[in-house]
């Protein structure tokens, strides 16, 4: 169905290029009329379950809804066999629903591995999570898991962010590497492990964004690939202890990546965008929320804000505005300067070491450090001093340093000489050249 949002009118922009879909919430009832040997998933809950599953069938499906371990519904060996169907003739009617969506989706093949397990949501409401692939899948270190990487990512998703508002989600195992829709997400066969961790958590991480909060695919990519990225990190970094998640060394190279091939700002709609730098589209806007995060207001702040905009916008239609002020509001700072130069400009970020000078010559009486911010992008300053005595210090200056000039002198009480003066000790930062980060006192 056709959007009509309040800022934009009718959403008439064909489909064409990168840019995805921008669709209206309804309720689907729908039917999918398949050979009886077929098995069929779909987005919602299955309505017939007593005409098209076998007694069995039913039978586990009830224990999986009771079990955080995997529970087979059709395994390896019954695949094609007469007992997995109530008769193997003529044609079934699948019958599905699945209310306040933007869109369904569904599979059907004779040549399904079906198992699931109990998804379990924070307000105590449970649903069931199911995965669905050919014997070439199957296995631990493939789609033995899938139906638990579903399962936790949507639990944590549900917990960290905005509950799942449906009671099921599947994945299957096709050929397109990832493709999303509510309630069903569809992964490659050939993937396993870590890649089919990401994927997997990638996908069905699209049900939050765009698919709760309901942005506009077609114009805004960052708003739903981007945020996608950015809580697709957290919940890698929490499933099975990290067992998949990404390094800090990771995260750097990305972030240094995201700004090496960035020569178009994240406004840009997705036809315009070149097709070796769309990944901007996930990767600058998944730094640009974890540096506003961990380097700018604090956690605390950011993770109350960002639940802020997922509540007030969830099953509507936000604008790129609506997030910035609802992120500005919740925050309770002023953030604009951060919005423009991350994603309605593309400038780059560079500071530096300008000088050292001791007060009198004196490494006792104190020291004068001069820093510099070579390029267009502010953000905070993170310096890390070392004395010769051992002593080392971590300074934190705030972005408002910059206000006026592009340097900034700044006191630190040394009682000996400084052996290194270290911006951006960490790594934390995008910064585009790292050569004049460090001073070295001789």
Known sequence: MCVYDAVQGWNTLPYMGLGEFYCEYGNFDYYVT?????????????????????????????????????????????????????????????????????????????????????INFPSGRKGISMAVYPVESKGYNA????????????????????????????????????????????????????????????EIGHNWFPMIVGSNERKYMWMDEGMNTFINSY?????????????????IAQMSRSFRLSKDPLMTPPESMGLNEYGQYYFKTADALIILRNSV?????????????????AMKHPQPEDFFRTMNDAA???????????????????????????????????????????????????????????????????????????????????ISPLTSVVLDPNGELPDINRKNNTWEGK
């Open 332 to 414: 309770g700072e002023d953030l604009n300067w951060f919005w423009k130069e991350w994603f309605y400009e593309n400038w780059k970020f560079d500071q530096s070491v300008k000088s050292v000078k001791y007060v009198d010559n004196n490494p006792a009486a104190g020291a004068f450090i001069t820093i510099e911010n070579l390029q267009e992008m502010a953000l905070p300053v993170i310096v890390k001093v070392t004395e010769q005595n051992g002593t080392t210090q971590i300074i934190k200056l705030p972005v408002d340093v910059w206000r006026r000039d592009s340097d900034w002198t700044f006191k630190y009480n040394s």
């Open 143 to 202: 789609y033995g898991r899938a139906t638990q990487y579903l399962k936790q990512s949507v639990e944590f998703y549900s917990t960290n962010y905005y509950e799942y508002p449906w009671n099921s989600a599947v994945v299957v195992a096709g050929v397109a590497l990832g493709m999303e829709y509510p309630g069903i997400v569809f992964c490659s066969y050939k993937i396993g492990q870590a890649s089919l961790w990401h994927d997997v958590t990638h």
């Open 34 to 118: 398949v050979p009886a040997d077929m098995i069929v998933a779909g987005s919602g809950d299955l309505q017939n379950g007593v005409q098209v599953l076998t007694t069995t069938q039913k039978k586990r499906l009830e224990q999986a809804r009771t079990s955080d371990s995997t529970v087979f519904i059709i395994n390896e060996n019954e695949i094609g066999t007469a007992a997995t169907r109530p008769s193997q003739t003529g044609m079934h009617t699948w019958h599905f629903k699945m209310n306040n969506s933007r869109d369904v989706s569904w599979s059907a093949s004779k040549a399904f591995i079906w198992d699931a397990a109990r």
């Open 297 to 313: 207001i604090g956690p605390q702040r950011f993770d109350y804000a960002f639940k802020t905009y997922i509540d007030r916008w």
């Open 235 to 251: 919940a890698s970094n929490w499933f099975n202890q990290g067992e998949y998640g990404d390094t800090t060394n990771r995260e």
